[in-house]
Every structure is written in C-alpha cells, then in structure tokens.
C-alpha cells in the first residue's frame, strides 16, 4: 500500500540540508587544515597545548587526541597526492573543498554554505512548531522507559524493521537521533561557528561567553560537525538496511510503500 509520508517541507529541507552540510563539512576541512589544532579557552596558537592535533613527521602522519597518540599515514597528517607527491596536511584532498590548500576560496564556500543552513534551518523550525511537526521529533515518557528503549535497540540490531502503520511513526531512536541534531547539534554548530567570528565577538561577545572562548567555540564546532558526521553515516546504513529505493523515493515524492504487517 502506498501512503504520504513526507510533507512538502520536511523533503526541502532534507536536500537542501544534505547539500549544505556536505558542502560545509569538506570546506570545514580545508580551513581546518591551516591550523589542525583544538584547544579550550580564549586563546590558543602552536606554542599552547592542544587537546587535540593531526600532523606530520618526515614519513608518518599522526593523529593525537590528549595522551592518545595513532599513527594515519596515507589517511590523516600525511598523504599522496593523485600524482603519487606525498603532501603534509591534516585531511586529504578528496576530503576538502577546494581539493588544493586555498585557505580564502574554503571560507568563501563554508560562510556561502552556512547561510544556506542558517536560513533553511530557520524556516523549518518555524514551520515545524506552527505546524506541530516538532511534537514528532520529541519522544514521550513512555517511549523514554528503559524497557522500551532497549526493545527499539534490540529490533536496530536484530534489522526488525517497523511494518504496516507503525513504519510510519518515527520510533525512540530516531526521535532521539533527529531531535538531537534539529535542536541540539545544528544550533551548536551555528552558534560555535558565529563565536568564532571577530565581528560577532565585538557586537554580541555573550555568543562568545557562552562557550568560554572563541577557541573553546571552535573546539564544540569540530566535534558538533563530527557528531552530525557520525549521524549522517549511522542514517545512510540504516537507508540502504530498510530499502534505500522505497526511502529515497518517499523523500523525494512524499509517497511511501509500506509493507503489511504479517499475522
């Protein structure tokens, strides 16, 4: 049977999001490249101590996260080329935008972008408060029980997809995984991101104070963008486990095929 799943606006912002945030993530990584260093606090340069680096020896890239030190030759920190030259810098040309180091053309592409998601974003809160669409996103007490949590855990790892009208709810998972980027992440990332600018700073420096720095604003930045990363990878499994066909059509025509719940 064939029903309407997606609204009109939820399909727009889906692949207008898609595209911003892709766009925003590999630029993101090109300006990440021309300091491949995390701190906490107001400031931080190459003297200070990072909680976080991605650098070169002469034969190996490495990747540090405080005590934790793993070697990333040929991933992270040191690299080939297409043309087979080894290059010394955190993320790999296929990773970034633009493929070569170009510090200006990156921020030009990631500041484009992040009005791009800025806006949509607004939008699609508004409209999904006044339409009620939020109330989706939230789950209810019940659903929150520990029991109920880990029976939804236990059908994921078992791939027991919802069938029949249930297939059309969202379940506690994805209630905590989409509310989670919709109203934690995707303001985190906004917010950080305007923390780290001089201009913000200086009109509106309570932006700054919120995350206790502008480097600290850059560190909740990084592990913002990894977190939605993460997200969007643990999603695209989860389409192609479910039927990626019946799930990219119904997020582009709003129609979904639902299969009949078995007696």
């Given at each position: 049977m064939i029903v309407r799943r997606h609204r009109l606006p939820v399909r727009l912002w889906h692949w207008t999001n898609a595209i911003a945030v892709f766009v925003l993530l590999m630029s993101g990584l090109m300006i990440f490249n021309a300091h491949p260093r995390l701190y906490w606090g107001h400031y931080g340069a190459n003297p200070d101590p990072a909680w976080l680096e991605i650098y070169a020896t002469r034969s190996t890239g490495v990747l540090r996260v405080g005590d934790l030190r793993?070697?990333?030759?040929?991933?992270?920190?040191?690299?080939?080329?297409?043309?087979?030259?080894?290059?010394?810098?955190?993320?790999?040309?296929?990773?970034?935008?633009p493929s070569t180091y170009n510090l200006a053309l990156a921020r030009r592409w990631h500041i484009a972008f992040a009005w791009v998601l800025a806006v949509a974003g607004s939008l699609y809160l508004v409209w999904a408060a006044a339409s009620?669409?939020?109330?989706?996103?939230?789950?209810?007490?019940?659903?929150?029980?520990?029991?109920?949590?880990?029976?939804?855990?236990?059908?994921?790892?078992?791939l027991r997809f919802p069938r029949g009208e249930a297939a059309l709810r969202y379940n506690v998972l994805q209630k905590l995984a989409y509310g989670g980027v919709v109203f934690i992440l995707l303001p985190a990332i906004v917010l950080s991101g305007l923390g780290m600018s001089p201009a913000i700073d200086a009109a509106w420096p309570w932006v700054v104070d919120l995350f206790g720095?502008?480097?600290?604003?850059?560190?909740?930045?990084?592990?913002?963008?990894?977190?939605?990363?993460?997200?969007?990878?643990?999603?695209?499994?989860?389409?192609?486990?479910?039927?990626?066909?019946n799930g990219i059509i119904s997020m582009i025509t709003g129609r979904y095929r639902i299969r009949e719940e078995t007696p």
């Open positions: 793993v070697e990333t030759t040929g991933v992270l920190g040191r690299w080939s080329d297409p043309g087979g030259v080894s290059r010394a810098l955190a993320f790999p040309h296929w990773a970034t935008i009620r669409h939020a109330a989706a996103l939230l789950p209810t007490r019940r659903e929150l029980a520990p029991g109920h949590v880990w029976q939804d855990i236990k059908a994921h790892a078992l720095g502008r480097q600290s604003a850059r560190s909740v930045h990084f592990i913002s963008a990894a977190l939605i990363l993460a997200f969007i990878a643990v999603h695209l499994l989860m389409v192609l486990l479910a039927g990626p066909v």
